[in-house]
């Protein structure tokens, strides 16, 4: 998931459940001990943020890589592990209480920092691990990355289950201000919602032509039916907020259901084809959950196909097969950086070609293959060697 997504879903979190009754107590009669209550309180929301977006602190990693790995040899390692967590979790509630008592700022407990930045973290790992790219959560311990394939790395949906009910406590937290804070919101998220529609047309990507009309009058409803009587300035911040969390459960039902119905299709391919499996998944495509890639790895190559649901007809598979070995090939996969990449690849692909003299041999990943616009697929490791098999150049493939 991208760290924004984690950053937001991490305030939403801490407004739901830590921040009491800060929004209240702002606008009931000033006493000392609900002031209090409130600023810490806000310090409890920033420290759920900050939870959820500290495990991507792992991306300053790769400003020490030389030779382009650290996207799948450290990124989602120790920082995402739950066997880590509790020491993310103390030494963040440290610093905030030294930062807190150095500024004279009201501030949780120690012990409910801890609680409060472990429940971020473990919010960022889980979210990480509903993606395809893997989530080493067992690091040091083992390196093996679990995924379960439920959404996409970048999943607008998901973004605007977590924001939206954020927003919408900001929209209806005064009765004065809420139509005119309701209308820049709603014209906002509408730009945006078209802005999305023509990334996916730009981008190839398959996107049913309604789905922005009907995000457009699901937002209206969300902005302006509560304006009605001034009904949404009586629901509390923590009310949107917790709302907002079991509308994020129901969205992630709703792809585990989609997920389930995709790899059945992919399933039953692979057992009409009478396949030898050696993996088999489906892989969430943007920019909705009825996107779906289905592969399927065999001895010789993989099986692959694009998705849309719900399926009225099985899909129509290609095949990609392993270029045959030769002594180029087995040069090429002795670099350290190769081996990498195939430890982390769970559909790799080995091509093989020649250009103007040079061996190029191509290793791609195509858990990443659903892009359809023009140039290389992502997750592509370029060797190239001489007429003696000699390395002239490896990396990631740009062109």
């Known amino acids: 998931m991208d760290t924004i997504t984690h950053g937001i879903a991490g305030a939403l979190v801490g407004k739901a459940f830590f921040a009491g009754r800060g929004n209240e107590a702002m606008n009931s009669p000033a006493s000392e001990d609900a002031g209090y209550r409130a600023r810490a309180g806000r310090v409890a929301i920033w420290a759920a943020t900050l939870g959820g ?89 083992a390196a093996t990355r679990a995924a379960w394939d439920l959404v996409f790395i970048i999943d607008f949906a998901l973004t605007a289950t977590v924001l939206l009910p954020q927003v919408a406590a900001w929209v209806h937290r005064e009765r004065v201000t809420q139509p005119l804070r309701a209308l820049f919101a709603w014209g906002f998220f509408v730009l945006a919602a078209f802005g999305v529609r023509w990334l996916a047309l730009r981008l190839e990507l398959q996107l049913t032509l309604w789905m922005a009309p009907v995000a457009a009058v699901l937002l209206g ?61 489906a892989i969430p495509l943007p920019p909705s959950l009825l996107n779906w890639s289905g592969l399927v790895r065999t001895a010789d190559g993989v099986h692959f196909a694009i998705l849309h649901l719900p399926a009225a007809r099985p899909p129509k598979f290609g095949f990609s097969g392993d270029a045959a070995d030769n002594p180029f090939i087995s040069e090429a996969r002795k670099l350290p950086e190769v ?46 060697l001489d007429a003696q098999g000699r390395v002239i150049s490896f990396g990631w493939a740009d062109d």
């Open 339 to 384: 081996q990498t990449f195939l430890g982390f690849a769970r559909f790799p692909v080995v091509r093989y070609s020649e250009r103007g003299g040079v061996s190029v041999v191509e290793f791609s990943d195509l858990r990443f293959y659903g892009r359809r616009v023009r140039g290389p697929q992502p997750f592509t490791y370029r060797v190239m």
């Open 221 to 281: 409803a969300l902005c302006f039916l509560p304006v009605l009587r001034g009904w949404g300035c009586r629901v509390s911040r923590r009310a949107w907020c917790r709302a907002g969390v079991l509308a994020l459960a129901a969205y992630l039902s709703a792809c585990s259901f989609a997920h389930r119905a995709a790899l059945g299709a992919v399933e039953e391919y692979a057992a009409r084809q009478h396949l030898r499996v050696e993996a088999i998944a």
């Open 53 to 141: 977006i500290f495990p991507d602190s792992d991306a300053v990693l790769g400003l020490f890589d030389a030779n382009g790995m650290a996207v799948i040899s450290s990124h989602r390692g120790v920082t995402h592990s739950f066997l880590c967590l509790p020491l993310w979790a103390v030494l963040l509630a440290g610093l905030t209480r030294w930062f807190c008592r150095r500024r004279e700022m009201a501030c949780p407990s120690l012990a409910a920092l801890c609680g409060i930045y472990g429940v971020g973290i473990a919010l960022h790992i889980f979210l990480d691990l509903i993606t395809s790219f893997g989530t080493m959560i067992w690091a040091p311990l």
